[in-house]
């Protein structure tokens, strides 16, 4: 009898304790969701810095509308998509049964998949900066939102026995292929189809530099981004409170790390290249560390994210220039390396550094594979979704602007305005 009595005002604490962590861990959710939100600004930023005054405001213009957007068309179509009801198509998307997903207790979690949602769409905006007609523009980003993105995310994210790829056991913690390699393989087929910008490549193939209005915005989109990605990243530990508080603090102490040493190998390495250590890079390198120790950052340990981190600075750089010199791309901020190639190679480096299953720590080669599976089926999807919808627009509504439009910005003839105005001409 004493026994019991003793027994039921421990389960009444540990019943308060769970609804508290509960809580909490609510309520850290919708903290990360603000911070991921707030990268949209930071995004903004980057790409109008990194890119010609002429066509900062529709820079503005295609953020805010796939944020904007994607809330609408990922509230109702791809929210259920990729967390709905059973599988179907053989395991390729779920049951879009319930539609404008009302659901009071998941709400949180709706507003924190939606942010990232918009990030996705949102990578596609730099890399096809200064040519882009906005109405294709939309239609893209409108697609991405409502199917491309919730359907290789339903792949994994709802982990449950559906997931094709959480039964294989894949891993990617925060979305380094599931947002930023989805996004920045997208933005490869849209740059590629689109054509560079006039100017950019001369008749004998040479490569003109065609740089950027404004690198202290570019730098503060820089920092801003990385403010968001311990929202980003901690937050999807999913929880907090009790084990769950030092799992988060695991994965911000990761992600700082490998964002520190990206930025400071890209620095270096351009250091010596280039005799100069260059700004650009550097603040490129940054984010290709926060892109690749997305995938691991709840998986490895600090020396991990440091050889993450470390790797994807070199690698930037090397595929920024290749992808500029070597096939030809115009991608005016660095788009698709940043978050394609070192999201793919992130999610890659986890079969590496994990500490439970990484080569490295004794687990074979099984995870590796498990990784190069997982993000190349996404990529591979990406990349044939987004072609077709932008062939399809292409033939179509068109996706340049005209010559004259593009050489006097797109500000102008898209929206009838300039974002800068000095205080001359006016009518």
Known sequence: MAY???????????????????????????????????????????????TSAKNAGNIIMKNIMDLAIGSLMFWVVGYSIMYGGESILGGFMRNPAELAFFNQDDWHNLFFQTVFCATAATIVSGAVAGRFKFSSYLIISAVLTTFIYPVSGSWLWPFDDQAWLNN????????????????????????????????????????????????????????????????????????FGGENSIAVGKVIINTNIAAAIGAVTALFLTWMRYGKPDISMTLNGALAGLVGITAGCGNVDAFGALAIGFICGIVVVLSIEFIDKKLKIDDPVGAVSVHGVCGFLGTVLVGVFATEGGVLYGGGFGQLGVQFLGSISMIGWAVLASFIVLFIVKKTIGLRVSEKEEIEGLDVHEHGTAAYYNGEDEE
């Open 4 to 50: 019991m009595l003793l027994q039921e005002p421990a389960d009444a604490v540990q019943t308060a304790v769970d609804a508290i962590n509960a809580d909490l861990g609510i309520l850290w959710i919708i903290i990360a969701a603000i911070l991921v939100f707030f990268m949209q600004a930071g995004f903004t930023l980057v790409e109008t810095g990194f």
């Open 168 to 239: 294989l056991g894949f891993i990617d913690f925060a979305g380094s292929t599931i947002v930023h390699a989805v996004g920045g393989f997208a933005a490869l087929v849209a740059a590629k189809l689109v054509g560079p910008r006039i100017g950019k490549y001369g008749p004998n193939g040479e490569v003109n530099v065609i740089r950027g209005h404004n690198l202290l915005l570019g730098a503060l989109g820089v920092f801003i981004l990385w403010l968001g990605w311990f929202g980003f990243n901690g937050g999807s530990q999913l929880a």
